[in-house]
């Protein structure tokens, strides 16, 4: 908090672990505007985006002093999550007054943003001992897969499906893939009932209860049509397997594979991915989206 304290007017606590909503940095930014440009509730401390522990909290960057000397105080006593409470309390609740003066009190300082913005993934507390189970309620169901409709074409995996999770269900958006532990030389093919050009390219493996099913030194990988009517050139920044396809790309450290093909590539009869080493874990396919010139 001291170091970002003179970089910018507002301060954001988040954590490691969380998911997010769609675009929560303009509604946040949007949100912080509006409540400071207000005159009657310009004088907020705390704009809270998550409703459990000390995720999502922003403030004015002109009002860390109070929070640094706080949690310096007593950070080895309570949470941060605790003092904070403890210190909006200690600003505006007396005892002279009752719990419903010191509600309303609080209440102007402190303002919830609904829904919230975050939710939070890990269970390990910083209480120790304590496993945290808890989740916020308001951020809503999270998806296990994101449906697209992507051109025809037949799939096929030597991958074992996990009962129904098959990937026939992931390619047209009915489910996702869980597949059996994959070893190195496994496909997962795609293959155009018509000739097709693919624009573009985006596959998420692994999800929130499983982060760890996704796919390791895999590469994406496309069979032209005519391959003959690339020039060497053309063929010069991919690499050629044996059997004629191109690596157009792979998976990072994420999970994720995603990227565009060059139109000089041309229509393609197949593309798939494939999988170079030995995995200590299943794999889930929860997001495939191949764009081509005829489907959005």
């Known amino acids: 908090m001291a170091y970002a304290r003179p970089k910018g007017a507002f301060y954001l606590q988040l954590e490691d672990d969380i998911l997010t909503k769609k675009g929560f940095v303009t509604i946040m930014k949007k949100f912080a505007l509006e409540k400071t440009a207000k005159k009657e509730s310009s004088s907020w401390f705390v704009l809270d985006f998550c409703q459990l522990g000390f995720i999502g909290k922003m403030f004015k960057s002109a009002d860390l002093p109070w929070l640094i000397t706080f949690f310096q105080m007593f950070f080895n006593e309570k949470p941060v999550d605790w003092l904070l409470y403890h210190m909006i309390y200690t600003k505006v609740c007396s005892v002279e007054k009752d719990a419903k003066n010191c509600k309303q009190e609080m209440a102007k300082l402190w ?20 496993v945290q189970k808890l989740k916020d309620k308001q951020f809503g169901k999270i998806p296990n897969f994101y449906p697209h409709r992507n051109p025809p074409a037949v799939v096929r995996s030597g991958i074992q499906p996990y009962k129904s999770y098959t990937l026939q269900k992931a390619y047209t958006g009915d489910s996702f893939f869980w597949g059996l532990m994959p070893q190195p030389g496994d496909l997962i093919e795609f293959l155009f009932k018509h000739p097709t050009t693919i624009r573009r390219y985006l596959f998420r493996s692994g999800n929130l209860e499983q982060p760890s099913d996704r796919f390791y030194n895999t590469t994406v990988e496309v069979l032209p049509v005519d391959t003959n009517g690339l020039t060497g050139s053309q063929l010069v920044p991919y690499n050629v397997t044996k059997d004629g396809f191109l690596v157009v790309g792979s998976f990072n450290n994420y999970g994720i594979a995603e990227g565009t093909i060059d139109s000089k590539i041309g229509k393609l009869k197949e593309l798939r991915l494939h999988v170079y080493s030995d995995s200590q874990n299943w794999v889930i396919l929860r997001e495939i989206y191949l764009q081509s010139s005829s489907v959005r």
């Open 111 to 130: 303002i919830h943003y609904k829904p919230s913005l975050f939710q939070h993934i890990g269970m390990q507390s910083s209480l120790r001992g304590k």
